[in-house]
């Protein structure tokens, strides 16, 4: 969860073993019920291991290595040469969420947005990745990939986890999410509608879609089909929000805990509970927000700078906001029953020795309440095992949500017709790119002939005609070939708006390629494949 700034530095990942165990062909079936909120996650990696390392150290190639390298294309190929050339690109979503794995495996593989365009890099680096997007939040760590290969770019970006998180392949691949094609748009656009998360409707989710875009744009291999997924998943996002009322009701993970929270007390109010939230970004702002709409009126705020509380006082002013610095994190924790975590640290603030010094709370309060809302978690989580202190993480939240199920539900329901219309709407755009090489060979075939043509027809009337005779041959010849060439662009496109199905439109484009001779002698998967290699041996 990338909680706002606290200000607590990252602290760089171990290198991690490459993983050696076998690769699972299993995948998960997504869960479709919503159930829990998303939120930018702060990571642990600074650096992440370079994927392709090749020639790293020779600012000179060697014959040896570069035949080595030029060599890949063929081994690709000759592995299965007829189905591999004539595959066609794949989506797919690779990776963990709140309902397939705990907390302490997707705080292992959380990735902080400031490494996002790092990790692009590196996953279009894997041998049969065409284009990426990383989705890392408090509830999941999604990769997105445009594979050339489904199988093996599956197989090496579970790789790449395992290297840049040490977790096993065999464990990524028990908890995983391993969605193809529609499947995994379907999930994307259900993730931006809020239905994929712990509490549904949850707003931040949409605001992390979007971010995704930001990050993405100008970054080599956040191109042309992952950038349109995740702009029509916005899409998808801002009509159900504005078309249902499924952001009603308590709709984030700051809400969720604040709730957490007064269950847990003995009587449920802020009245007389002592509230100490560590750390003022976005998370403890909304943390903040929740608390004052629940009744709580004082509480003490832990933050590395003053200036974010200083504001808090002007928005709340009729709530009573103590500053404290982070060196007296401890000593304010002391006065705490309740304290709420949302910073960015990499490493725990409170341990077990920390928490076992504190003076118990009052008789009547039981025992000292921790809400701990980040990913890498800030409570060390043997924490628990004290009789003075409760710890609860964004796992914990289930069971806030577990009411209004059957409200849950029929919201639900609502929002998936319009993903269902919009999944048509997108899946026909997706399509549709798979003619554009043949919509622009044809059109540079008929430009050729119109240009000779014109040229032929010019020369044969002299140097006496004038420009506005000219113009009127060139306006001829353009009208005349577009008028020809609107009928087959039409039956190339798959835009919904008529009844023809991707089998018959993909005919009518082989069949242009046959009569006008527009195919090449290399398929457009191998010329892919054969850039891809090129860059490498730059």
């Given amino acids: 969860m990338a909680a706002a700034a ?153 790789e790449w986890m395992s290297k840049v998180s040490g977790v096993p392949v065999s464990e990524l691949s028990k908890h995983r999410i391993l969605l193809y094609n529609e499947d995994a748009t379907q999930h994307l656009f259900e993730v931006a509608a809020g239905l994929d998360s712990l509490v549904l409707g949850e707003g931040q989710i949409l605001a992390q879609v979007k971010h995704v875009v930001k990050v993405g744009q100008g970054v080599p291999g ?105 060196s007296d994190m401890l000593a304010s924790a002391a006065e705490a029953d309740v304290i709420f975590t949302s910073t960015a640290s990499e490493t725990p603030l409170f341990l077990k020795e920390h928490v076992q010094m504190l003076p118990s709370v009052s008789p009547e309060l039981g025992n000292r309440l921790f809400i701990d809302i980040s990913v890498p978690r800030n409570v060390e989580p043997c924490v628990s095992d004290l009789e003075t202190a409760c710890v609860y993480n964004v796992d914990d939240l289930k069971e806030v949500v577990a009411a209004h199920k059957e409200d ?32 622009k060979k044809f059109r540079a075939y008929a430009e050729r002939i119109r240009a000779c043509e014109v040229d032929k027809c010019l020369s044969k009337m002299g140097d006496d005609i004038s420009k506005k005779q000219q113009k009127a041959i060139y306006d001829l010849s353009m ?6 060439l609107h009928g087959p662009m039409q039956h190339l496109r798959c835009d919904g708006s008529d009844n023809r199905s991707l089998s018959e439109i993909l005919e009518n484009m082989h069949a242009l390629n046959r009569m006008f001779d527009l195919d090449t002698d290399t398929s457009v998967l191998e010329e892919k494949i054969r850039a891809k290699v090129e860059r490498i041996q730059k």
């Fill in 6 to 158: 606290s200000g607590v530095a990252a602290l760089p990942w171990p290198n991690a073993e490459r993983a050696t165990s076998s690769f699972s062909k299993s995948s998960h079936s997504q869960i479709r019920i919503p159930h829990r909120p998303f939120q930018i996650q702060t990571l642990r990696r600074s650096a992440f291991n370079p994927r392709c390392e090749i020639g790293a150290e020779e600012p000179v190639q060697t014959a040896t290595s570069r035949s080595l390298r030029s060599s890949a294309l063929e081994l690709l190929k000759t592995s299965s040469a007829d189905r591999y050339t004539k595959e066609r690109s794949s989506l797919a979503v690779i990776g963990l969420n709140v309902h397939t794995a705990p907390v302490e495996l997707r705080e292992k593989l959380a990735i902080p947005e400031a490494q996002w365009s790092q990790a692009i890099g590196e996953l279009c680096a894997l041998n049969h990745i065409e284009e990426a997007a990383v989705l890392s939040t408090c509830n999941r760590m999604e990769i997105y990939v445009v594979a050339l290969s489904q199988h093996r770019g599956v197989k090496e970006v579970t």
């Fill in 222 to 326: 956040f191109d042309r089909k992952i950038s349109g997924l995740f702009k029509h998943a916005i899409t998808v996002g801002k009509r159900v929000r504005t078309e249902t009322n499924i952001a009603s009701g308590s709709v984030s993970v700051s809400s969720a805990a604040v709730e957490l929270a007064l269950m847990k007390l003995p009587k449920p109010s802020y009245a007389t509970a002592r509230v100490l939230v560590i750390g003022a970004g976005k998370m403890g702002k909304l943390v903040i927000k929740h608390l004052v709409s629940k009744g709580c009126r004082e509480m003490v705020i832990v933050n590395r700078s003053e200036e974010r509380v200083a504001a808090l006082r002007e928005e709340f002013k009729d709530v009573e906001i103590i500053y404290k610095p982070l």
């Fill in 408 to 439: 849950r539900l029929r919201k639900a329901m609502e929002a998936q017709k319009i993903i269902t219309e919009e999944l048509s709407k997108f899946e026909a755009w997706k399509d549709s790119l798979e003619t554009v090489p043949t919509i």
């Fill in 479 to 484: 009208g005349i070939v577009n008028k020809l």
